[in-house]
Nanobody, 124 residues
Framework: QMQLVESGGGLVQAGGSLRLSCAAS????????MGWFRQAPGKEREFVAA????????YYADSVKGRFTISTVNARNTVYLQMNSLKPEDTAVYYC?????????????????WGQGTQVTVSS
C-alpha cells in the first residue's frame, strides 16, 4: 500500500503563493496517477489537478487553471502543487491522492490512496 504525506500548507494573504508537497512511500507502479483534491467547510471534496509520474499530460480544474501547477519529481517520489495568485475561495484542506493505471481520472472515487490533508487558509 502506498503512503502519502502532504506538507506545505499554511496561512497566506490573498495574492500570495504556497507550494504543497506530497511525499509517496511504499511499492509503487511507474504509471501511477497523482492527484490533488480539496475540501472546504460545507463543501464536497473537489478535484484540483492531476498527472502521472511518467507522462506529461496534466489536468486542472477550471477554478485553478493558470494559477496552479502540478509537477512530479520521480527521484524524490514527490508530487508538488505550486499555487500562485491565491484567493480566499482557495481556502480548504488539500489532499494528495494516488491511483495505479494509465489514465488520469478526476473523480474523487477513482483514487485508491489518500494523504491526511494539509490546511490552506487564504485571508482577504
Amino acid at each position: 500500500q502506498m503512503q502519502l504525506v502532504e506538507s506545505g500548507g499554511g496561512l497566506v494573504q490573498a495574492g500570495g503563493s504556497l507550494r504543497l508537497s506530497c511525499a509517496a512511500s511504499g511499492r509503487t507502479f511507474s504509471n501511477y496517477a497523482m492527484g490533488w483534491f480539496r475540501q472546504a467547510p460545507g463543501k464536497e471534496r473537489e478535484f484540483v489537478a492531476a498527472k502521472t509520474w511518467s507522462r506529461t499530460n496534466t489536468y486542472y480544474a477550471d477554478s485553478v487553471k493558470g494559477r496552479f501547477t502540478i509537477s512530479t519529481v520521480n527521484a524524490r517520489n514527490t508530487v508538488y502543487l505550486q499555487m500562485n495568485s491565491l484567493k480566499p475561495e482557495d481556502t480548504a484542506v488539500y489532499y494528495c491522492a494516488a491511483r495505479p493505471g494509465l489514465g488520469v481520472p478526476t473523480g474523487t472515487s477513482d483514487y485508491n490512496y489518500w494523504g491526511q490533508g494539509t490546511q490552506v487558509t487564504v485571508s482577504s
